[in-house]
T-cell receptor, first 114, second 112 residues
Framework: GAVVSQHPSRVICKSGTSVKIECRSL??????MFWYRQFPKQSLMLMAT?????????EQGVEKDKFLINHASLTLSTLTVTSAHPEDSSFYIC??????????FGPGTRLTVL | GENVEQHPSTLSVQEGDSAVIKCTYS??????FPWYKQELGKGPQLIID?????GEKKDQRIAVTLNKTAKHFSLHITETQPEDSAVYFC???????????FGTGTSLTVIP
């Protein structure tokens, strides 16, 4: 299947700092990428849909100014958690959709805010 | 919107036995149903999928069945092995370009 990478895989930061997470589709172009948040032992919660060259579409309840999404190219989307706080600690997962409609997930990023 | 329910939330089976996970969906417009396996600390991986024009699909020890009338689909794993232990998620989508709606997940444990 297609490969989606995520970087970093794990990050620990101090409260108030910003953290950027990169999501890359390595062997295909993805016009649409998705960002999910997953709490322990829970399902994936869609945060936003990222379309190349346009503004991201955020799900209800997700703060646009807190979770900045940029989809600069067909293979890269970034999620920046601004002014992170302990409650932002979570597992963040991106996915990329192929032209055929299959969705492949990245390995996830474990964010811990102290 | 679409609502996907998944059962059971936890499942333990003896190695070699079969495991079945069931999902129901609410919107008859959904036509694509993937299943994902998520190991601890990793992202979900697509293991099998089925589209609404097919009733059953099989890939070695894994099979998925779809009942459009009843709006439910199931994942079947035969001859389970310890490495099958993971969390499995079902999902439903109305079209290739639309949002995926995920089930709540099933934690499968295969006991050696």
């Amino acid at each position: 299947g297609a490969v989606v990478s995520q970087h970093p895989s794990r990050v620990i930061c101090k409260s108030g700092t910003s953290v950027k997470i990169e999501c890359r589709s390595l062997d295909f172009q993805a016009t649409t990428m998705f960002w999910y948040r997953q709490f322990p032992k829970q399902s994936l919660m869609l945060m936003a849909t990222s379309n190349e060259g346009s503004k991201a579409t955020y799900e209800q309840g997700v703060e646009k100014d807190k979770f900045l999404i940029n989809h600069a190219s067909l293979t890269l989307s970034t999620l920046t958690v601004t002014s992170a706080h302990p409650e932002d600690s979570s597992f963040y997962i991106c996915s990329a959709r192929t032209s055929g409609g299959w969705e492949f997930f990245g390995p996830g990023t474990r964010l811990t805010v102290l | 919107g679409e609502n996907v329910e998944q059962h059971p939330s936890t499942l333990s089976v003896q190695e070699g036995d079969s495991a079945v996970i069931k999902c129901t969906y609410s919107d008859s417009a959904s036509n694509y149903f993937p299943w994902y396996k998520q190991e601890l600390g990793k992202g979900p991986q697509l293991i099998i999928d089925i589209r609404s024009n097919v009733g059953e699909k099989k890939d070695q020890r894994i099979a998925v069945t779809l009942n459009k009338t009843a709006k439910h689909f199931s994942l079947h794993i035969t001859e389970t092995q310890p490495e099958d232990s993971a969390v499995y998620f079902c999902a439903a989508s109305m079209d290739t370009g639309n949002q995926f709606y995920f089930g709540t997940g099933t934690s499968l444990t295969v006991i050696p």
